[in-house]
Structure formats: structure tokens, C-alpha cells
């Protein structure tokens, strides 16, 4: 996907042609960074799914912080925006919608392991 929204108005999962800009068209460079997120991503995920259970608002804040700036350099555009409602929620000590959204913030980090594992795929 290389436009910013898709036919139903929402954001891509992934702003390919975002990436592609910031590293000059270096396919070698987007291939390391996105192996980069696949590595540490699974790790962030789990982290953040022991401080809801833990109820440590405070640490989910950061981790959701963390998942944000990195999906928001990879152009990972709706995990970057369910973490930064995520962040919010925390913040404001929603927990609502801190509830509605940790089951939407795993589906879409899901969503992008599967897009980026597909262009690691065709372009190693």
C-alpha cells in the first residue's frame, strides 16, 4: 500500500512509499530496519500485555509511547495510532477504552508482522 488511506478512508496498515522516501528508495535499508521491528516487536508486544495484566498504567503509557515512535518511523500508521489512543487512555485513565483498544492494538500489530514479513519475503 503506497497511499495513506485506502478505499474505506482508514489508514494503510503500512505507508510503504513513507518508508521508501526516508531511507532514498534503499530496499537494503528497509529490509534491516523492518527485520529490525520483527525482532524486537514480539517482545514489546508481550511487555505491554504484562503491564495491563500487572495494572501498571504508568509502564503501559511508556511501552505504548515506544510501540508509537517506532511504528510512526516505519510508517506502521494504524499500530501508530492505536498506541498513541492507547497512550491517551493511559493518560487519562480510561479504562474503557484502555479495555477496547488492547485487543484492536494486538490485531493490527499482527496485521503489520504479516504485511512486512510478506515485502522480507520478496525482497531477501
Known amino acids: 500500500m503506497n497511499e495513506t488511506t485506502n478505499n474505506s478512508g482508514e489508514p494503510p496498515v503500512w505507508d510503504q512509499s513513507g518508508l521508501e522516501k526516508r531511507v532514498r528508495g534503499k530496499t537494503d535499508r528497509m529490509v534491516k530496519l523492518i527485520k529490525l521491528y520483527l525482532a524486537d516487536m514480539p517482545a514489546r508486544m508481550d511487555e505491554l500485555s504484562t503491564q495491563i495484566d500487572q495494572e501498571r498504567m504508568q509502564e503501559v503509557r511508556d511501552v505504548a509511547h515506544t510501540i ?3 511504528c510512526g518511523n516505519l ?3 494504524r499500530l501508530q495510532n492505536v498506541a498513541s489512543e492507547l497512550e491517551v487512555a493511559v493518560q487519562d485513565a480510561d479504562q474503557e477504552n ?3 483498544l488492547v485487543p484492536i492494538i494486538k490485531a493490527e500489530y499482527n496485521k503489520s508482522a ?3 514479513q510478506g515485502f522480507i ?3 531477501s
Open 98 to 100: 484502555i479495555s477496547k
Open 121 to 123: 519475503d520478496t525482497h
Open 75 to 77: 510508517g506502521m500508521i
Open 68 to 70: 508509537k515512535g517506532v
Open 114 to 116: 504479516d504485511l512486512l
